[in-house]
């Protein structure tokens, strides 16, 4: 079934919100490194590389307007980048729940690991976990990667909604 082209402008409305929201995750993320002064982690860096892939896919659909099948993929697209950052996100959570005598040891930074170890290597170890990692930091009594879980679930349901709802009319958001 083709989009009518109020359709059309209804999916580019929805995936434009869809990067506004993405856009102010990380602007947020930035906030808090800049102003109040919290270093993210190796674990921190690659949700915010999450968020950005999910932001992008959605601008490119809100540029795009697809039609047909092509929103089904940028449905698709969001689902692989909202589960990679709800992964990233539990695992993190998990580790700031280990017992202290359990929390692996601090390790280098995101940087160097990339610099010296083969890509893999170093994401392996990323996801390992360090100490910094398993560090709390709270805003209204949720913890910081709790607050990226719920964003990443919510916000990736929402962008597989949008593009992969049966269309039979426009609906704005």
């Known amino acids: 079934m083709s989009l009518s082209w109020v359709d059309r402008r209804g999916l580019r409305v929805t995936n434009a919100f869809g990067f506004v929201l993405c856009a102010g995750m990380i602007g947020g993320a930035y906030y ?5 002064g919290l270093e993210p982690c190796p674990l921190c860096i690659l949700q915010r590389i999450a968020v950005v892939a999910m932001g992008l896919v959605f601008l490119v659909a809100a540029v795009h307007g697809p039609r047909g099948g092509g929103r089904h993929v940028y449905g698709l697209m969001l689902l692989v980048s ?8 539990g695992r993190h959570l998990w ?3 280990l017992p202290e005598d359990q929390v692996p040891a601090c390790g280098p930074g995101l940087e160097y690991m ?4 083969p890509l ?4 392996r170890m990323v996801l390992q976990g360090s100490g910094e990692c398993a560090e709390v930091e709270k805003v209204l009594g949720v913890t910081l990667p709790g607050w990226t879980l719920a964003a990443f679930i919510l916000v990736g ?5 949008t593009n992969m709802r049966p269309r039979e009319r426009a609906i704005w958001l």
């Open 32 to 36: 808090m490194e800049l102003v109040m």
């Open 82 to 89: 909202a589960g990679t950052g709800t992964a990233i996100a």
């Open 157 to 161: 349901l929402y962008g597989v909604w």
């Open 120 to 123: 893999m290597d170093a994401l």
């Open 114 to 117: 990339l610099d010296v170890f």
């Open 95 to 97: 580790l700031q729940r």
